[in-house]
């Protein structure tokens, strides 16, 4: 999961989910680090005295490093990093998918500033890089072509991928996991929620890195793993119940991150060295973001099979059944983070609980905006309605959105693009947007036949953002009025006008008195 931190808006974006689709999202990018980072030394209060080094809590010093930091493989010809490609692909979303997918599972953690520098330098500990080992540079000779090359690295990238997932679910377990609850940080209630069932999840990706393992021959080349893949991969419903928690999970931990000591405590962690910079909430989310990956490896491994090869049978239906798993748990998914933020909706007024916000199963999209006024609003596009709100607080800490004005149901929308460079008359902008009488990234959203709802004109961070705004917000309107034209149609098959039933009395009359009349 990629982290940065900036002073723009986030905005999560989702797709309404389809059979068989795959989902890959922002969250899913692998992480950006810096190549050249600075030695951090901290100064501790026994430093003059202790030459040794920085003072480490406790259940640090016995935990092992993984070897190095996380990066792309070296820039070889034979690596993955010229054979995958980037796919575009909406994520799981919010968690994975959402205008973030959305919740977006971004992460606003970020690396932190430098301590400063004492007089004497020491040998410092700043994360180290993980292995860039690519297949070719585990065997000494072969005779394969190229095109078996690439198909022997792509399997290798499977298996060191689960085995650098197990070390991270493992260093979670060793590190955050049982200490947090030793040290009193987190009740088991709250430690439950926050962490689901990772822990199941580690014997569950041994059990597919051992049987990779054993497909390895004597030369270390693997000839057929689809039968492996199909036995396993169903083993990955299991996320289901792990993804959909996620949203709940990042909420209660950036809540408990506003408590002194559940602060300290991840900052520590993530400064030593074994963290590589990251926080807790990226290892939390490396499962969902490997789950998206398979579907990406077995179509590399399948663009690389010979079609003599005996994979070349079982990879598509291999590649069709992760395809359905991942599509189910991003629906799922996505479901529990519409049902999330269906409950940290806060309504001023009974007259704003539209049906339609609660009959609704899914988010389009969410994020940030701006009004004409200059506002920020955080505004919720649920498959039935749009909903303007305003961030704030509950009295446990916990976040909540005060509804803004009236929500408006999708099907009644009328969607109006803004030119950029428009001139702000009759006060409909009032220059608030940029300061001047231009307005950019706008659009206008209002409603047919309702009084109480009056035109908003919003503003998104940049012209991307305003169109991925549009183009879902079409899409909402089209499907919600399709949906209410099908409802109308279902009601009136059940329920027929009355008049209707005297026209076919009076026509099966007359069918019969004519009748009567041919056989006279």
Avoid at 26 to 44: L, W, Y
Avoid at 111 to 118: F, K, Q, S, V, Y
Wanted: neutral net charge; glycine residues 4%.
């Amino acid at each position: 999961m990629e982290v940065e931190e900036s002073g723009e808006p986030k905005t999560s974006w989702s797709s309404v989910p389809e059979k068989g689709q795959v989902l890959c999202d922002h969250a899913g990018k692998k992480r950006k680090q810096d190549s050249t980072p600075e030695p951090v030394i901290r100064i501790t209060e026994d430093e003059e005295e202790d030459e040794e080094g920085e003072t480490m809590p406790e259940h640090m010093k016995d935990s092992e490093e993984p070897s190095n930091k996380r990066v792309k493989p070296v820039a070889k010809s034979n690596s993955l990093t010229g054979v995958i490609t980037p796919v575009k692909t909406p994520a799981l979303k919010r968690i994975g998918q959402s205008i973030s997918r959305s919740i977006s599972f971004r992460t606003e953690a970020r690396p932190l500033p430098p301590a400063p520098l004492r007089s004497r330098t020491k040998a410092s500990s700043f994360p180290r890089r993980r292995n860039s080992q690519c297949w070719s540079d585990t065997v000494e000779s072969h005779d394969l072509t190229a095109k078996e090359i690439k198909r022997q690295e792509v399997i290798y990238e499977l298996t060191q991928g689960e085995r650098q997932l197990i070390d991270d679910l493992m260093l979670v377990r060793k590190v955050y996991y049982e200490p947090m609850l030793k040290l009193d940080i987190l009740t088991e209630s709250e430690r439950g929620q926050i962490f689901g069932t990772l822990d199941s999840l580690i014997p569950l990706h041994e059990d597919l890195l051992s049987r990779l393992e054993r497909l390895r021959g004597s030369e270390k080349t693997v000839g057929e793993v689809g039968p492996t893949l199909m036995n396993w991969f169903p083993c990955l419903e299991a996320y289901v119940t792990y993804c959909c928690n996620q949203v709940w999970a990042k909420a209660l931990l950036d809540q408990k991150k506003n408590e002194k000591r559940v602060e300290r405590f991840l900052r520590l962690c993530q400064e030593s060295s074994f963290s590589r910079k990251l926080d807790l909430w990226n290892f939390l989310d490396l499962p969902r973001s490997r789950l998206v990956k398979y579907p990406l490896l077995l179509k590399e491994i399948q663009k690389c099979t010979p079609p003599e090869h005996p994979d070349e049978d079982t990879l598509p239906d291999a590649l069709e059944l992760i395809q359905s798993i991942v599509g189910e748990v991003n629906k799922k998914t996505g479901e529990a983070e519409c049902q999330f933020y269906r409950r940290a909706l806060s309504y001023l007024d009974e007259s704003q609980r539209l049906p339609e916000i609660q009959q609704s199963r899914f988010l389009y999209c969410h994020g940030e905006l701006k009004n004409n006024k200059g506002q920020r609003l955080h505004v919720f596009l649920f498959e039935l309605a749009l909903v303007l709100s305003r961030p704030g607080e509950d009295k446990d800490g916990g976040q909540v959105f005060n509804v803004y004005r009236q929500p408006l149901p999708n099907a009644l929308i009328n969607l109006e693009e803004i030119p950029d460079g428009e001139a702000a008359g009759g006060g409909s902008f009032r220059g608030a947007f940029t300061g001047n009488d231009k307005v950019k990234n706008c659009f206008r959203v209002s409603s047919r036949g309702r009084s109480k709802a009056h035109p908003y004109c919003l503003q998104a961070n940049d012209s991307f953002s305003k169109q991925q705004w549009i183009s879902c917000l079409r899409q909402a309107i089209v499907q919600s009025r399709d949906r209410t034209a099908h409802t109308s149609q279902s009601q009136l098959s059940l329920h027929p006008d009355p008049a209707l039933y005297h026209i076919a009395e009076l026509s099966l009359s007359s069918d019969t008195e004519m009748a009567d009349h041919t056989s006279r």
